[in-house]
């Protein structure tokens, strides 16, 4: 992977992080809701890009019972998505990120870019979320050590390659990436898995790991499932990305149901009552 110019690492802040594990004392899986301040995201590019319209989003997305924001500035959807320099995710994310702050549930920054996670939790969001979970900027995993931030570290690839296992190839990138969190002294209590639905896989591979999720269990740490609207439901039941609820809810309850502690979702009413009916439901056996 090609890694970014090396950078300082900021000074360090006091580490006092509750946030997961109130996250994650519930008996159903905490809900992250998406929003994307960019013109080219799969599912919404464009809706919610002006400041006006994404704060709107975000209180709309926690009346509805979010409990974190996921707030990305980069589309990084693996088909036509363009690279955006750090400078214009910042541009996108200044009018708005604290003010998502400023509304009291945790805020995640959907970042692969050292200095646009650096800018962002000093501006008071609470979770990193790299979609190359710490293999892309080597300042990254030095950065959230420093500031003792909470990580989501997701699996990718560049390349899909429909011939591999891809739960070993899954599990061959968490041990590098918590190899290199150990080595940067990220606290292993502050890092979330994601196998990266929909991203460096074909639809079969997707399926195949929310289908075998359980076996990531082996790590220890909190599992996080985003398979929003994504291209493999498509795979199943011809559909546009906003016509993928259903497909949507039913691959988070199998998430759910095999172990997922947090489920990220751009329909976050839906969700929040399927996941709570249905952990109701697992509960009166």
Known sequence: MIATTSRPVPAATPADHPVLPALLSRPYPAVMGVLNVTPDSFSDGGQFIAPEQALAQARRMIAEG???IDIGAESTRPYGSKPVPADEELRRLRPILSEVVSLGVPVSIDSMKSAVVAWALGAGAAIANDVWGLQYDPDMAPLLAARG????????RIKVDADIDIMKDIAAFFTRSLEIAAKAGVLRGNIVLD???GFGKTPEQSMTALARLDELSVFGLPLLV??????FIASVTPSEPDQRLGGSIAAHLVAAKAGA??????????TVQ???VAAAIWGKR
């Open 66 to 68: 979010a409990d974190i």
């Open 149 to 156: 931030s909470p990580v989501i570290v997701m699996h990718n």
């Open 195 to 197: 196998p990266g639905i």
């Open 226 to 231: 985003g398979a929003s609207r994504k291209r």
């Open 261 to 270: 502690n947090i489920i990220r979702t751009h329909d976050v009413s839906e």
């Open 274 to 276: 399927a996941l709570r």
